[in-house]
T-cell receptor
Framework: DAGVTQTPRHEVAEKGQTIILKCEPVSGHNDLFWYRQTKIQGLELLSY????????DGGAFKDRFKAEMLNSSFSTLKIQPTEPKDSAVYLCASSFGPNSDYTFGSGTRLLVI | GQQVQQSPTSLVLQEGENAELQCNFS?????MQWFYQRPGGSLISVFYNPSGTKQSGRLTSTTVIKERRSSLHISSSQITDSGTYLCAMRGSSGNKLIFGIGTLLSVKP
């Protein structure tokens, strides 16, 4: 499969835990995005990388959310410490470059209890 | 306020009816996209960077960038069209997409 791969598909964490979500972009894509999706807020941008450089890190999410891209084929999103309000679907997407189509992964559904 | 406003937020149709979904942008944009999302599923690009009118099967997108609006028309709706339709815009800088809240479409038999 040449799409965006996200793991795990589901995650249950206790409040205060640290969790790490993983994403493998489409091979050859230069841009990578992390979004959070909730019914109330919709899709909110968490982080945006271009050629592994962090371009934007979604202001309101800075304190407990940290995305990294150590190489062009792998990114992680760490949430530390988790809170119940972090329960959402976390989506990763990649794109070749400016004004190119996005490819989304299947998402990680996070439940914090 | 929201940069991308979608309407309606939800819509229920009988199979065979047509649907018109609207998207308005409060700021200038370079391009926009329409996505479809099945419940619990990922986002699938429906129309990428449309301008003017574009058609794909029973779906028609009409976008006027200068007027900051786009619509998605679904003709002869089918049960399998049920899901959430999202529009998104790219602003003047970078490649990030800003999304609307989506329209939840339910097509009944």
């Amino acid at each position: 499969d040449a799409g965006v791969t996200q793991t795990p598909r589901h995650e249950v964490a206790e409040k205060g835990q640290t969790i790490i979500l993983k994403c493998e972009p489409v091979s050859g894509h230069n841009d990578l995005f992390w979004y959070r999706q909730t019914k109330i807020q919709g899709l909110e941008l968490l982080s945006y990388f271009r050629s592994k450089s962090l371009m934007e890190d979604g202001g309101a999410f800075k304190d407990r959310f940290k995305a990294e891209m150590l190489n062009s084929s792998f990114s992680t999103l760490k949430i530390q410490p988790t809170e119940p309000k972090d329960s959402a679907v976390y989506l990763c997407a990649s794109s070749f470059g400016p004004n190119s189509d996005y490819t989304f992964g299947s998402g990680t559904r996070l439940l914090v209890i | 306020g929201q940069q991308v406003q979608q309407s309606p937020t939800s819509l229920v149709l009988q199979e065979g009816e047509n649907a018109e979904l609207q998207c308005n942008f409060s700021t200038s944009l370079n391009s926009m996209q329409w996505f479809y999302q099945r419940p619990g599923g990922s986002l699938i690009s429906v129309f990428y960077n449309p301008s003017g009118t574009k058609q794909s099967g029973r779906l028609t997108s009409t976008t006027v960038i200068k007027e900051r609006r786009s619509s998605l028309h679904i003709s002869s709706s089918q049960i399998t069209d049920s899901g959430t339709y999202l529009c998104a815009m790219r602003g003047s800088s970078g490649n990030k997409l800003i999304f609307g809240i989506g329209t939840l479409l339910s097509v009944k038999p």
